[in-house]
């Protein structure tokens, strides 16, 4: 028997550009909605991003569009021509989520605002991103145009983890600021499809990148609110240790927190001796003597270990430790392997492998992992959406292509 995904029956009409909504859209894709992506007949900006491949359709495919793509049909529409918008004015009718994040106040000015579209389909749940929201009063950068690393510097971050005399290390984690406010914006979709169904409305879901990254790392205002504030260029001092040390072929990570923690490491270092000594009596003497005392031990016992053989010795103690794995070490993880996190995406430019991209993290139980569909070619699904979903004959269709109107993949 076939097991329905859970957003199964669930439509969604993505104008979409990058990673913020894409990611958000490729979520729902994966748990089974029907996303359809609204593209300019040259492709949304995302397959423009380098590095790239060239797709079966002889087209260029940037990495940013592969990571985000799959699963998903394209529909290739002039939206600057009238005759375009009111094609996907017409989409919009039928779907139950359209999805922007075309800029601040762009999608209001070619016609596709959320007042717009929900006066024509009122159950409609409407997902906007943008980087600061889409009140213009309420915040004074409500018009600046926003990529992950702007939400990610003005959440405080970047100066949160700075080392003093260097410049910030930006995009730390790629871009979490886009993919961090994706997964909020699919529980806003999700919450406000619920409360449709007890309502019988949709309504809007307005998500900003800053206000996604304040909520992710909102440990930099909450110490700031409790005392532990940063002088300019000057280590902050903390009462525990986060840090990191060598290993024979790399660097592990190491977290100790609470007294029976720094216990163990104590003992697995043979420093029994440490235990009770006034100079670590608390997270306060860990992190002061951790670069003249306890780095140069832990650095002489993990000398001989490889990072992974490292943390697991830490881990087996008790001690919280991971290896800082570069890109080769990720690709050929057993874990990452057997919860399938890593997919490949086959490569039609002959290049021997494969294009890996993230997996999904949501497992579900009754539900079977259905596999990666390719992403799809700009426009490849433009006659077939408007001949089902608004009647247009295959004529019709090649006259508006003949017309510049619309793209075929």
């Known amino acids: 028997m076939t097991v329905p995904l859970p957003l199964a029956g669930v439509r969604v009409l993505a104008l979409e550009q990058m990673q913020a909504v894409p990611f958000a859209t490729q979520l729902l894709a994966r748990l089974g909605a029907d996303v359809v992506k ?14 790239a491949m060239i797709d079966g359709s002889g087209r260029r495919a940037g990495a940013t569009f592969l990571r985000y793509g799959s699963g998903k049909r394209s529909i290739a529409v002039d939206l600057k021509d009238p005759r375009g918008r009111d094609l996907v004015l017409g989409l919009a009718e039928r779907f139950d989520v359209l999805a922007e994040n075309l800029g601040p106040g762009r999608a209001d000015r070619l016609g596709f605002g959320y007042e717009s579209v ?5 159950r409609l749940v409407y997902l906007s991103i943008t980087g600061f929201g889409r009140d213009v009063e309420g915040s004074p950068y409500a018009r600046w145009p926003a990529y992950a690393s702007v939400a990610e510097a003005m959440c405080g971050a970047y100066e949160y983890a700075r080392h003093p005399h260097q410049p910030p290390v930006l995009n730390p984690m790629g871009g979490l600021g886009d993919t961090g406010t994706g997964l ?14 007890q309502t019988g409305r949709g309504q809007l879901v307005d998500v900003a990148m800053l206000d996604a990254m304040l909520s992710i790392s909102d440990v930099v205002t909450n110490f700031w609110s409790m005392g532990l504030r940063r002088e300019p260029d000057v280590e902050t001092r903390v009462p525990y240790l986060l840090t990191s040390f060598r290993c024979r072929d790399g660097w592990c990570v190491l977290q100790v927190s609470r007294p029976h923690q720094f216990e163990r490491l104590a003992r697995l270092l043979g ?7 006034e100079r670590f009596a608390d997270g306060w003497g860990w992190h002061d003597r951790w670069p003249d005392t306890i780095r140069p031990a832990v650095e002489d016992w993990a000398a001989g270990y490889g990072m992974r053989d490292a943390a697991g010795r830490l881990a087996d103690a008790g001690l919280v430790a991971a ?20 997919v490949e995406i086959p490569r039609p430019d002959g290049a021997p492998d494969p294009v890996l991209v993230a997996g999904n993290p949501v497992k579900l ?9 390719r992403p799809p070619y700009v426009g490849e699904h433009t006659a077939e959406l408007l001949g089902a979903e608004l009647g247009l004959t295959a004529d019709a269709v090649a006259a508006l292509n003949a017309q510049g109107i619309v793209g075929l993949g």
């Open 38 to 51: 609204v593209e300019p007949l040259a492709g949304e900006s995302g397959r423009a991003a380098q590095p």
């Open 118 to 122: 929900s006066e024509r389909n009122p």
């Open 184 to 197: 909020f914006g699919v529980i806003g979709v999700l919450a406000a499809l619920r409360h449709r169904e």
């Open 271 to 277: 420093r029994p001796e440490w235990v009770g000594d």
């Open 323 to 342: 290896p800082c794995y570069r890109a080769e070490d990720v690709v050929h993880d057993p874990h990452v392997a057997a919860r399938r996190m890593l």
């Open 365 to 373: 139980s009754a539900v079977p992992d259905t596999g990666e569909k």
